[in-house]
């Protein structure tokens, strides 16, 4: 079945340790998503791309960063995560701009 | 800006309806979500409706749109025990090649026997 996937699905790091996420889609959709979901609270975007088009938030720290070496595959970089850095990272696709997002499952991170 | 807001918790009886409802801000807005999160879960579409629609029904699912007054809101018919989860209404604007979706705080819904 065309999914998203999400890797791994749980992943604990220490404070200031570099972590990647990863996200991979077979679905062949254009757009892909990064969203950030703590605990009880809505999901929050913080960049997609749009092909190799890059989008960044306004509020996204500078300590997220992301990577889509190509249509499939798309990582989630935290370069030096803190302890309010702990959430749930959600991967969403879109086939075009106006399409509807599909999730993956997520993958929580713990922050040690 | 953008403020997408629900009630937190709401309650029913098996094989009652739900109601959710969620107000947003964005009049620009060109669609419009329902997601449903189980726990420990990612997100799954349960519906949209675009932003020139009154209604739209799906099976168990009936969207209202009132966009005078932006109001959503999502009504479950013969609600079961599988439907126990956190709604998440949306609103979507385009955005760089993207489509920008800011959730509201999510409704609980809890369903007793």
């Known amino acids: 079945d065309a999914m998203v996937i999400q890797n791994p699905r749980y992943q604990v790091t220490q404070f200031g340790k570099p972590v990647t996420l990863s996200c991979s889609q077979t679905?062949?959709?254009?757009?892909m998503y990064w969203y950030q979901q703590k605990s009880s609270q809505a999901p929050k975007l913080l960049f997609h791309?749009?092909?190799?088009?890059?989008?960044n938030e306004a509020d996204t720290p500078d300590n997220f960063q992301s990577r889509r070496p190509n249509t499939s595959f798309c990582f989630l970089d935290i370069r030096s995560p803190g302890l309010g850095d702990a959430a749930m990272y959600l991967c969403?696709?879109?086939?075009?701009?106006?399409?509807?997002?599909?999730f993956g499952p997520g993958t929580r991170l713990t922050v040690l | 800006g953008e403020d997408v807001e629900q009630s937190l918790f709401l309650s029913v009886r098996e094989g009652d309806s739900s109601v959710i409802n969620c107000t947003y801000t964005d009049s620009s807005s060109t669609y419009l979500y329902w997601y449903k999160q189980e726990p420990g879960a990612g997100l799954q579409l349960l519906t949209y409706i675009f932003s020139n629609m009154d209604m739209k029904q799906d099976q168990r699912l009936t969207v209202l749109l009132n966009k005078k007054d932006k109001h959503l809101s999502l009504r479950i018919a013969d609600t079961q025990t599988g439907d126990s989860a956190i709604y998440f209404c949306?609103?979507?604007?385009?955005?760089?090649?993207?489509?920008?979706?800011?959730f509201g705080t999510g409704t609980q819904l809890k369903v007793e026997l």
């Open positions: 969403a696709t879109s086939r075009e701009q106006y399409n509807e997002q599909f």
């Open positions: 679905l062949n959709h254009n757009v």
């Open positions: 791309y749009y092909d190799k088009d890059f989008n």
């Open positions: 949306a609103e979507s604007m385009g955005s760089g090649g993207g489509n920008k979706l800011t």
